[in-house]
């Protein structure tokens, strides 16, 4: 009875997660077109997109806030929100300085560049803002709008390794347990 109970769980695991993923993310890149603006008018950019009309923005970790919570919400950047954070492991070009703002701060624009660069992509839990100045240094080159086509096509590949393990996982404790 219990192998049928944790076979019955992970079929439902697999249906939701081959639904989830059978729609697939979309990116979308902003496009280089110029919008004509009237003359004389006050616009502000479209709600959610800080980089359309406004310049290139950044995100970056708030100094001065919990250590805790920006810990935490690099734990989700880095972990859930997949963000990419191999140039912030320990042979990285920047994991120095290695401290958690700086660490964070890369995980976080690294997020926001690939989630469409709106105001909700660059929150944290109140532990980051947006910049004008970009925030990289000598071989540690933040991500900008223009930069993140190469690494949303690498998201699926680690979604679909992401799904691998967690069947892996499933039907381990299926056998094992």
């Known amino acids: 009875m219990r192998k049928k109970l944790w076979f019955f ?15 697939g993310l979309v990116v979308q890149e902003k496009s280089d ?3 004509p603006v009237p ?16 310049g290139t923005t950044w995100c970056v970790a708030l100094a001065g806030v919990s250590q805790a919570d920006l810990q935490n ?10 963000a990419d954070c191999k140039a912030i492991q320990n042979d ?30 660059c929150n944290f839990g109140g532990t980051a803002s947006l910049t004008k100045q970009n925030p990289s240094y000598g071989n540690c080159v933040y991500s900008s709008p223009g930069s993140v086509a190469s690494s949303a ?15 892996i996982l499933l039907l381990f404790s299926y056998y094992w347990v």
């Not at 003359?39 to 406004?54: I, K, M």
């Not at 401290?99 to 989630?115: D, I, K, R």
């Not at 096509?153 to 069947?167: A, C, F, I, M, N």
Request: with cysteine; charged share 10%.
């Open 92 to 121: 990285g070009p920047c994991f120095q300085p290695d401290t958690l703002v700086s660490h964070a701060s890369f995980a976080f624009n690294s997020y926001y560049q690939t989630n469409g660069n709106s105001d909700i992509a």
């Open 153 to 167: 096509s690498l998201g699926k590949h680690d979604q679909s390794l992401v799904w691998l393990k967690l069947t």
């Open 73 to 82: 919400a690099l734990d989700w950047a880095c972990g859930l929100g997949m």
């Open 39 to 54: 003359v004389g008018t006050v616009t502000a950019p479209p709600e959610g997109n800080t980089t359309f009309l406004d």
């Open 9 to 23: 769980l992970f079929l439902a695991f697999m249906e939701c997660c081959y639904l989830g993923m059978g729609r």
């Open 33 to 35: 077109a110029v919008i």
